[in-house]
């Protein structure tokens, strides 16, 4: 047994039904193979974020590093996430105390696209590709929306 089983549930009936259905099942077979399994539950908005994750490196990042280039100069895609994060995402400002002094200060905290919710994930990656086409002068993408990435 090698696929992975995926179920999602909108209530508890639905849930305990699949689970006795579905999810039991497909354990008691994986034991019986000798499989070793690991579950992990989580809300289910945060499969958005996650097909937004997959979307934004798999395809919009991989994309860009593959086929732009800034001043004539091909970069991977590590660093044009780091200059989009940058440029869209920025920082924010948390007081401090200066332990030696004990003045306070502000300082600048890098925001991580981690830390962005659905809508603000969509809007960071709507940005990217507008800037990809504009400025860059990439076509297009292999998939235009997140929300058809699977």
Same mark, same amino acid.
């Given at each position: ?13 639905? +849930?305990?039904? #699949?689970?006795?259905? $579905? ?5 008691? @077979?994986?034991?019986? +193979?000798? @499989?070793?399994?690991?579950?992990? *539950? ?17 395809? *919009? ?11 004539? $100069? ?17 920082? &924010? ?7 030696? !002094?004990?003045?306070?200060? #502000?300082?600048?905290? &890098? ?10 994930? %969509? ?8 800037? %990809?086409? !504009? ?6 993408? #292999?998939? %235009? &929306? ?5």
């Amino acid at each position: 047994m090698t696929q992975a089983l995926h179920l999602e549930w909108t209530d508890s009936e639905q +849930a305990k039904a #699949s689970f006795l259905r $579905q999810m039991a099942p497909y354990v008691a @077979q994986a034991m019986r +193979a000798g @499989q070793r399994l690991a579950v992990v *539950v989580k809300p289910l908005e945060d499969e958005k974020s996650d097909r937004q994750r997959r979307y934004y490196h798999g395809v *919009v990042l991989a994309e860009i590093a593959e086929h732009a280039r800034a001043s004539g $100069q091909k970069y991977d895609l590590k660093t044009w996430k780091e200059y989009f994060r940058d440029k869209f995402v920025g920082y &924010r400002w948390e007081p401090s105390t200066d332990p030696v !002094t004990g003045k306070k200060i #502000s300082r600048r905290i &890098r925001i991580s696209s981690e830390e962005l919710g659905v809508k603000a994930y %969509a809007k960071l990656i709507t940005q990217v590709q507008a800037f %990809a086409v !504009t400025e860059l002068g990439l076509q297009g993408f #292999s998939v %235009a &929306r997140w929300e058809d990435y699977r």
